[in-house]
């Protein structure tokens, strides 16, 4: 991949049209996404662009679904949305919308987080995208956690403003 060396917690996804979209971040530029695309099944890849992301983005995941992409992880490590949840959405996943915080734990950061498009091979209900991240409650004792779930179901309509 074109992504910089710096790179860390590395996500992909398959686009709509079939390219792969795949990102992750850089420690020292948490306002930034780092992405490259591959329009030939990953055998080669585009330059590394970057896309701003309002709340930050650390330890990144992406999807697909029905034509937008969500971005989701930590918003970032430092400023006012250290630590806490957040949620983007793309009409072409290279742009991205104002983050959603999710949810924030005063006593602990939210922790990781993954994803997967259920309802796969369902004709009769549609696609949803189910996220899934912890949030660590108790930091300094027994590291306890409480593990999230949300879906997200396709609109016409952005789910967010831009």
Not at 54 to 73: F, N, Q, S, T, V
Request: hydrophobic fraction near 35%.
């Amino acid at each position: 991949l074109s992504l910089e060396n710096a790179a860390w917690y590395g996500a992909m996804c398959l686009m709509d049209d079939g390219r792969l979209l795949a990102g992750a971040y850089v420690t020292a530029d948490e306002n930034n996404f780092y992405y490259c695309i591959s329009r030939d099944k990953g055998f080669t890849w585009e330059q590394q662009k970057k896309a701003y992301v309002d709340k930050k983005i650390r330890d990144p995941e992406i999807a697909c679904l029905a034509g937008r992409y969500y971005l989701h992880g930590r918003a970032g490590s430092r400023d006012q949305y250290a630590h806490q949840f957040v949620l983007y959405q793309s009409d072409d996943g290279e742009n991205w919308g104002k983050g959603v915080i999710v949810s924030s734990e005063p006593n602990g950061p939210d922790g990781y987080s993954s994803n997967c498009i259920i309802n796969n091979y369902r004709k009769d209900i549609p696609k949803e995208l189910m996220v899934l991240y912890s949030i660590l409650y108790e930091p300094c004792k027994n590291r306890n956690t409480n593990e999230y779930v949300f879906f997200i179901k396709p609109l016409r309509e952005p789910l967010f403003l831009k």
